[in-house]
């Protein structure tokens, strides 16, 4: 059996004749940029996480640079964030001029350890830059009371956790100002790049308003040096059609992912994370610890599954972020996290048989490696 990573395949077969019609209206009207499609879909982000401000823009990447950006922090200062994630959560801070210093991760959620982000808060500390990472937000409990301490600010990457919750708030809505990423493999995917800023605050959505078109309020009159970054009308009236279904689409991935708890839940080799009881999880993607990480990996692709690793690398030993001064050993959960997490395969329309096969398989690899 061959099993894909990813595949938007059978969200085609669901709705792809709606998005084809949307599209050709799309292409009819000739309006392309910023327009009615992209604030009809921005309003209807609005009501669905209860943001009161939504702007599109052109990524993900772009959400997290303009948000720090819109929050004018000194050059130089600094911004807490976590070494275990996508380049995106680390680069955006030394896009803007400021510098990023690690905090360790929690072993079991994966998420930034709250606990250990005080002592690196000095008079140089502006914010904390928290990672939603795979399946669930970080511990905003902790965190918004670190930050009410110490007055700093939270930016919430929130771009693989559209639709998760901590208690009853949105992902993304946890800080005072957060984003989503629309990259195809998301919970809410686009046919393309695509990316969004929420917040509750207006002088920030304003100016993240300005600054996506180059920083001018006017057209020719900038009143910020910004950049070129709006989700464009295509993309905002795909992702409006498959925002019809995205509550059936997160049930759905919470019954895979209760799928392969039910046919691992005894292999001691798989650990899969723990889910705070505060939050409400969206199984984007499904990152399991495992002995033998990258024999199984071999072995699964063998049989003609896919998987991914996130993330191979920890950022505090990209080689782009070495002057940073960090050196092996210094995060060594995340570091171990690097080693042993592998992503099993979570797409809408995987069947029974499939989640089977793939559970199948490894049962299979680590009784044959057993008997070595």
Not at 320 to 331: A, P, R, S
């Amino acid at each position: 059996m061959k099993v894909p990573f990813f595949t938007s395949r059978y969200q085609d077969q669901r709705y792809g004749s709606s998005i084809r019609e949307k599209i050709d209206k799309v292409i009819k009207s000739g309006n392309f940029i910023l327009g009615d499609e992209l604030l009809q879909f921005e309003k209807r982000v609005e009501e669905f996480t209860g943001a009161k401000h939504a702007i599109g823009v052109a990524s993900g990447s772009d959400a997290l640079i303009l948000s720090l950006q819109c929050l004018d922090i000194p050059k130089g200062k600094e911004v807490i964030t976590t070494p275990f994630s996508f380049f995106a959560s680390t680069s955006c801070i030394v896009k803007n001029g400021l510098k990023p210093v690690f905090v360790e991760v929690d072993e079991n959620t994966y998420n930034i350890n709250p606990d250990l982000i005080p002592e690196k808060i000095n008079d140089n500390t502006e914010a904390i830059l928290s990672v939603d990472l795979f399946s669930q937000p970080a511990n905003y409990d902790k965190i918004s009371k670190i930050a009410n301490d110490y007055n700093l600010k939270i930016i919430e990457d929130s771009a693989e956790a559209f639709g998760m919750k901590w208690g009853d708030t949105n992902a993304g809505l946890c800080g005072d100002i957060g984003i989503y990423s629309f990259y195809p493999t998301k919970t809410l995917g686009a046919f393309g790049d695509g990316g969004m800023v929420i917040t509750n605050n207006d002088d920030y959505a304003e100016k993240i308003r300005i600054l996506r078109v180059h920083g001018a309020k006017k057209k020719y009159n900038h009143r910020y040096i910004g950049i070129n970054s709006r989700l464009d009308a295509l993309q905002a009236s795909i992702l409006s059609i498959k925002l019809n279904f995205i509550k059936k689409e997160i049930k759905e991935r919470e019954e895979i992912y209760n799928q392969y708890v039910k046919n691992l839940e005894n292999i001691k080799e798989i650990e899969f994370p723990k889910i705070y009881k505060k939050a409400s999880p969206v199984w984007y993607v499904l990152n399991v610890k495992c002995k033998y990480r990258d024999k199984l990996r071999e072995f699964l692709k063998e049989k003609g599954i896919d998987t991914n690793i996130y993330y191979p690398k920890a950022m505090h030993l990209q080689e782009c972020f070495i002057e940073l001064g960090y050196k092996k050993g210094d995060f060594p959960i995340a570091e171990k996290l690097c080693n042993s997490l592998l992503a099993l395969p979570v797409f809408i329309g995987m069947s029974s048989e499939m989640i089977e096969y793939v559970c199948n398989c490894i049962k299979q690899f680590y009784k044959n490696h057993n008997k070595m």
